[in-house]
Nanobody, 121 residues
Framework: QVQLVESGGGSVQAGGSLILSCAAS????????MRWYRKAPGKGRERIAG???????FYLDDVEGRFTLSLNTAKTVMYLQMNNLKTTDPAMYYC???????????????WGRGTQVIVSS
């Protein structure tokens, strides 16, 4: 089973920034619809941002204007730049391949371990 690997989480003060990364060795996201999710304790999993295979990006209202999703040129790494972090943002953050065509189809449906984001006031 191929896993996406998230990294970049950490502990920051409110107002601070973090950059999360998501990659899967040997795969690219050029023909995938990719998503960022988060799950806070006691809450359900929340889809916060995504990009389609033709490059359209969307954000959850709560993070729009603060978070930016991007891909590297090779489309092998997906980033989530998180600015002006709030005390409501702490959660485990996951990336997910919602759909992929071609060989990257191996990525679909597989959750990684996530990366923890902690925000202190």
């Amino acid at each position: 089973q191929v896993q996406l690997v998230e990294s970049g989480g950490g502990s920051v003060q409110a107002g601070g920034s973090l950059i999360l990364s998501c990659a899967a060795s040997g795969y690219d996201f050029s023909r995938c619809g990719m998503r960022w999710y988060r799950k806070a304790p006691g809450k359900g999993r929340e889809r916060i941002a995504g990009i389609s295979d033709y490059g359209e990006i969307f954000y959850l209202d709560d993070v729009e204007g603060r978070f930016t999703l991007s891909l590297n040129t090779a489309k092998t790494v997906m980033y989530l730049q998180m600015n002006n972090l709030k005390t409501t943002d702490p959660a485990m953050y996951y990336c997910y391949a919602d759909y992929c065509s071609g060989p990257s189809g191996d990525l679909v449906g597989n959750w990684g371990r996530g990366t923890q984001v902690i925000v202190s006031s």
